[in-house]
T-cell receptor, first 108, second 118 residues
Framework: GQNIDQPTEMTATEGAIVQINCTYQ??????LFWYQQHAGEAPTFLSY????GLEEKGRFSSFLSRSKGYSYLLLKELQMKDSASYLC?????????FGAGTTVTVRA | DSGVTQTPKHLITATGQRVTLRCSPR?????VYWYQQSLDQGLQFLIQ???????AKGNILERFSAQQFPDLHSELNLSSLELGDSALYFC?????????????????FGNGTRLTVT
């Protein structure tokens, strides 16, 4: 099975930076995804890491350390529209298993 | 818009009943995945189909079943419904046969069907 842990909630101020950590334990690891989900809506793909290191995509960056079973999603220059749940998901062979999600609240 | 279509958007039914949720994948995607999302849990993987065949199974109850048709749309059948089955059910699709992977073949989710069992 897979065990994916991420914080339940985080709060930050508009324009600030927030880092969402994710730890995972899985066999047959094949990559780590981050998704954004606004309340009541579909999750949308943000990033994918399979090799160690940092992947940058505009205001969002994602980091992976396979040896530590650790990833983080970095959100820079926070905007109000970034208030959402951020889901960490580990890929194991055919199955993409999700964490419970981190609810990020951006305050003015 | 992800290109994945799910119907109906909302479904309210009584315990013991049976319902069918429908999903049309993005054009060109051959894999369809079903997920359940309850309030107190994250997205739980139920089952995957690729080009009409079952490819992988997650924590799907025996009361639940799914299939993928020749036109690639999929249906998730939930029977003998219980209060605990109330949840958002998401369908997702990808191009990949074996697994969702990389930047060009992530999972694309539909808007979900909200099932309420009373």
């Amino acid at each position: 099975g897979q065990n994916i842990d991420q914080p339940t909630e985080m709060t930050a101020t508009e324009g600030a930076i927030v880092q969402i950590n994710c730890t995972y334990q899985t066999s047959g690891f094949n990559g780590l995804f981050w998704y954004q989900q606004h309340a009541g809506e579909a999750p949308t793909f943000l990033s994918y890491n399979v090799l160690d290191g940092l992947e940058e995509k505009g205001r969002f960056s994602s980091f992976l350390s396979r040896s530590k079973g650790y990833s983080y999603l970095l959100l820079k220059e926070l905007q109000m529209k970034d208030s959402a749940s951020y889901l960490c998901a580990a890929l194991n062979d055919y199955k993409l298993s999700f964490g419970a999600g981190t609810t990020v609240t951006v305050r003015a | 818009d992800s290109g994945v279509t799910q119907t109906p958007k909302h479904l309210i039914t009584a315990t013991g009943q049976r319902v069918t949720l429908r999903c049309s994948p993005r054009s060109g995607d051959l894999s369809v995945y079903w997920y359940q999302q309850s309030l107190d849990q994250g997205l739980q993987f139920l089952i995957q189909y690729y080009n009409g065949e079952e490819r992988a199974k997650g924590n799907i109850l025996e009361r639940f079943s799914a299939q993928q048709f020749p036109d690639l749309h999929s249906e998730l059948n939930l029977s003998s419904l219980e209060l605990g089955d109330s949840a958002l059910y998401f369908c997702a699709s990808s191009q990949s046969r074996d697994r969702p992977s990389s930047y060009n073949s992530p999972l694309h989710f539909g808007n979900g069907t909200r099932l309420t069992v009373t």
